[in-house]
């Protein structure tokens, strides 16, 4: 682990790739990891991206890295896929519009597999992003698929989130409304050249105007057409104006310590799973199962004597 | 609680509100409550039924409310919709639809607002559906928005889980490939006067051909038009095979087995994120945050500290 350790922060693409992977799987050499590359994490701007399947997620995204590389940043790109609880696979396919930035050394894109379940999907996530930063990519993208609750905790887990629709998304302006896509610090409507795109952008408007906005940040609304490049330009300066925001704010400070707060609180509740997981076998425990099975004791009173018995004091051990 | 408890089993729909209240805020009152009627739950036959925003899921679930009814069986319907991290309010709107179903007595509709987080989501589910059944509803449809994994991990508190896609859902096509929807007991294209329907049907068929199932059940596909109630009893009839099917193999109790065990990981894990919250103003796990921020301790070993200091034998505290 030294050595994958000391090849990444000499900048070898195998090894970087090698990190994420063992981040990706988890547990305790993961662990291990993040343990020695944290103190070199931390530098780079995240930029979460998000939307519902369809809107071009990925071709944004792949612009937005021609962007950033006309600056000469170094670009991470982590695209957090849906994957099968039981194949783990994860989708490949929209990757290879990449093509054009492999080539490049200064970009790096991963497509991520979930861990099965959300928290641990944003735990591989935040580690993740050390492994790219502890490399020296100065910009992280973190990608994910869909507008669900779990995938909308993941985009949170950058600095800025941007929030992809299309003309006629009208579910997600519904979602606007109610409140969902209020952590969206910046709107891009996609596919600029279909019919009806400055409408959507207008009714976005209009919804974010009713919306009670957790900050003093107004969050643009743009219209790109990421195909061609068009309005990315002005997505990638909205993004650096966001940090700029952050960072004259005190913001990032704050954003920072309640991530902080979401990943210890996160892998708390992680160790609980992954603790009673390795204990389900004991056989006073598959009692306890089939007595809720049976009905006889209710989950919460089990779940109140699991965790006396996994992490109560010798004494009070029911074993 | 006593007396909220002796209102629901005596059919009282207010007390059954209170309830379904309790359950969705969670804490103590909630496990109080879930004690006390927890005998007299699990004898509801539960229906998964999810997709992404716009496929009719709404209007589908109304329509299979009203095949069941014909049936003369009570019907309960959980519809967890996305809410704000900020606001917790839930999208109401698509309700409205079920207006022909609130004069009858034995249908329950209830929106819940979601927890802010994934597992905290799917535990109130479990205790949302214990109420319906206390109270003697005899199907329970539970329906989520959306594709992500935790939109997933609720439909799948279900027996039988019903995917609805529309003609051209290539996105969802794309997901069953690589196998995020092998879990779906059931497929429906809706919209089925739209065109593309049959190749859509197709395409999920041929996909399923290629896709590892878990088990023995080969899915059914579909095709409904649920604004007219066309294809809607096929779909009622798919459920009760697939409930057919569960209990002939042995299935069901194996499926719930399942189930509780995933309930008791998540109860734990939540209880282990309520415990650190409860800590956190606590100056010493303040002091341990800060030292993460400033990169002195990396998380993982701050969260076993905190772990060792939350639940830790009395000598080990630090404190």
Chains 1, 2 share one sequence.
Do not use: C
Not at 189 to 198: F, M, P
Request: hydrophobic share 40%; charged share 25%.
């Amino acid at each position: 682990m030294e050595l994958i350790t000391q090849e990444v922060l000499a900048g070898n693409r195998r090894a970087l790739a090698r990190a994420l992977t063992i981040v990706e799987d988890g547990g305790p050499e993961a662990s291990t990891l993040v343990r020695q590359l944290f103190s070199h994490s931390g530098r780079a701007h995240l930029i979460g991206v998000t939307g519902s399947p369809g809107v071009g997620k990925s071709t944004l995204v792949d612009a937005l890295v021609t962007e950033i590389r006309k600056e000469g940043l170094k670009v991470g790109v982590l695209a957090v896929d849906p994957t099968s609880p039981f194949t783990g696979g994860a989708i490949l396919g929209d990757r290879i519009r990449m093509q054009e930035h492999t080539l490049d050394r200064n970009v790096f894109i991963r497509s991520m597999a979930n861990r099965g379940h959300a928290g641990g999907t944003a735990l591989a996530t935040y580690d993740a992003v050390r492994m790219l930063e502890a490399f020296g990519y100065e910009i992280v993208i973190i990608e994910t698929v869909g507008v669900g609750q779990s995938e909308l905790a993941i985009a949170q887990t950058a600095d800025t989130t941007v929030l992809v629709l299309m003309p006629g998304s009208g579910d997600e302006i519904q979602a606007i409304k109610s409140g969902i896509m209020e952590i969206g610090d910046l709107f891009v409507v996609n596919k600029g050249d279909q019919l009806g795109a400055s409408k959507t952008a207008s009714e976005v408007i209009h919804s974010l105007e009713l919306a009670h906005l957790p900050t003093s940040w107004r969050p643009p609304v743009l219209i790109s057409i990421a195909e061609t490049g068009d309005g990315m330009p002005e997505v990638w300066n909205a993004v650096k104006e966001h940090r700029q925001y952050l960072d004259q704010t005190g913001m990032l400070k704050e954003r920072r310590k309640a991530k902080v707060q979401a990943e210890l609180e996160e892998l708390v509740a992680e160790m609980a799973r992954t603790n009673l997981k390795a204990s389900l076998e004991q056989s006073h425990i598959q009692d306890l199962l089939g007595q809720v099975l049976s009905r006889e004791v209710d989950p919460h009173s089990a779940a109140e004597e699991l965790m006396q018995e996994l992490f109560g004091n010798e004494q009070q051990k029911i074993s």
